[in-house]
């Protein structure tokens, strides 16, 4: 497919939103010169400030409060925002009457002209899909980060070089539109995969369905970067059609692999193994960390860039936003955001980073997952808990009283702000300690999205006196 292919094109957008990613598609296809009707549940004064973004444009019509039938079926194409199931009714519609359905990624995929790096994985792709581009722009290969937070998509594409490369970060949902375009990218990472978004998938196997398409359309010159000590992957390879480099916390034997062993990391490309960098040089806290960048360096080293760059862009890297990140240290004690923790996995790893004493603010929604090992974590590691909250706060706490049953509901402090829950979180720390937000949980409700409960966390810290 070709941009020009789009010009004067009917196409609908099915979910404008208030995150970007729609509007960003909605003003790349009409720069592209189609002719886009917006639709949405929301009303026009929900929506104020995405419309406000696209008032330039001409070329919109916009559908308030509903979806009609007449814009799933009599338009040459619908793109539907990644949170919108393939099950929806307007979307089986449109696919009946033969209307091609796409998302972002898919077109993102037919339109861009250099490789593609995809990361995926329940956690740590973010991570992951940065220290990627961060080596890259290292070795001066003109990196173009895409999907990783809130930036759109599609606007990436005018970004790109002759000689640039693609580091994608992929969701399940987004990769569940590049399964259907039968399509992965050249070089595919997957970090790892535990139970998530279970609200959205009827099983376990669903999300892991969609999680295969990042590299089951490789061919034998492509290559796969994944973790040999994820349980649910074990077998998995066995799908694989490209080049397989496995990374491990522990030495592998054989093969193209990144490992490590006697506190160092090794890279073997099938023939060769020589040493990247000690463990103790990444600055990155925690184990789950070590895993991200075994992962970058497998795939940095498929992409054809030396050990040596390799090592030095790690040494460069300082982490991102949302993920252990250090806001503040004030009167002897650290504020640190890991809002992205929003699964149990992610959050026990969260915890398990720190010798310090720990108050945790914790809670949220629920996306139907097991809490039990995050409430034993938090009995084991955490000096106090502040929830916010939420249907997984009741969960949570429900666990925490299986493995001690004496612990009594009431005494919880449960809030129903950031603020309050920094206010109390401070009065019960002590010099030395660390207050971590790694709620474990998603966000919706209280807050637009993780990444805003982040920022309303920064915001309260940042006020303290």
């Known amino acids: 497919m070709n941009i020009f292919d789009l010009k004067n094109k009917k196409i609908t957008v099915m979910g404008l939103g208030l995150h970007g990613g729609g509007v960003g598609t909605v003003r790349f296809l009409c720069e592209a010169g ?13 929506l104020a400030a995405s419309l406000e973004k696209l008032k330039g444009f001409k070329n919109i019509s916009y559908v308030f409060n509903q979806h009609r039938p007449e814009d799933f079926t009599k338009v040459d194409m619908v793109v539907k925002n990644p949170a919108v199931p393939w099950t929806n009714k307007h979307i089986k519609l449109a696919l009946e009457n033969k209307v091609p359905v796409e998302m972002d990624s898919s077109l993102f995929f037919k339109f861009c002209p250099r490789p593609i790096i995809g990361v995926t994985g329940t956690k740590g792709k973010s991570t992951t899909a940065s220290l990627i581009f961060d080596i890259l722009k290292t070795a001066g290969r003109n990196p173009v980060k895409v999907g990783i937070g809130q930036v759109s998509v599609l606007d990436k594409l005018k970004e790109l070089k002759k000689d640039s490369v693609v580091v994608f970060e992929l969701s399940s949902w987004r990769l569940s539109a590049l399964g259907r375009a039968k399509t992965s990218p050249q070089i595919a990472v997957i970090t790892n995969i535990y139970p998530d ?11 892991l369905k969609d999680k295969k398409n990042i590299c089951l359309y490789q061919n034998r010159e492509n290559s796969c970067v994944i973790s040999g000590d994820n349980e649910l992957l074990e077998g998995f390879e066995k799908e694989i059609k490209s080049r397989l480099i496995k990374f491990s916390r522990r030495p592998i034997e ?5 490992y490590v062993e006697n506190g160092s990391v090794y890279f073997n490309n099938g023939i060769d193994e020589k040493k990247v960098l000690d463990v103790k040089e990444i600055n990155l806290p925690g184990e789950h960390n070590l895993e991200n960048v075994l992962a970058a360096i497998g795939a940095a080293a498929a992409a054809g860039v030396d050990l040596a760059t390799i090592r030095k862009g790690i040494l460069l890297f300082k982490g991102i936003a949302h993920r252990l990140e250090l806001v503040r240290e004030h009167m002897g004690v650290k504020y640190v955001n890991d809002t992205a923790a929003t699964m149990p996995e992610a959050a026990i790893f969260g915890i398990k980073s720190f010798s310090e004493p720990v108050i945790l603010i914790a809670g949220g929604s629920d996306k139907n997952l097991d809490m039990s ?8 590691k955490a000096k106090g808990v502040i929830f916010l909250a939420g249907p997984a706060t009741d969960k949570i706490i429900l666990s925490m009283k299986k493995f001690q049953p004496e612990l009594a509901y009431e005494k919880f402090k449960i809030v129903e702000s950031m603020e309050k829950a920094v206010e109390l979180a401070r ?13 474990g949980a998603a ?12 920022n309303k966390f920064k915001e309260a810290v940042k006020k303290l006196k």
């Open 427 to 439: 009065a019960a720390a002590d010099k030395g300690d660390v207050i971590l937000l790694s709620p």
């Open 254 to 258: 054989r093969g193209r692999s990144v």
């Open 443 to 454: 966000s919706f409700g209280m807050f637009t999205n993780e990444f805003d409960r982040g």
């Open 373 to 380: 090992e995050w409430g034993r974590a938090i009995l084991e």
């Open 34 to 46: 189609a002719k886009v009707t917006v639709t949405d549940l929301g009303s026009k004064e929900e």
């Open 197 to 207: 978004h279970l609200n959205y998938y009827k099983t376990m196997d669903d999300y």
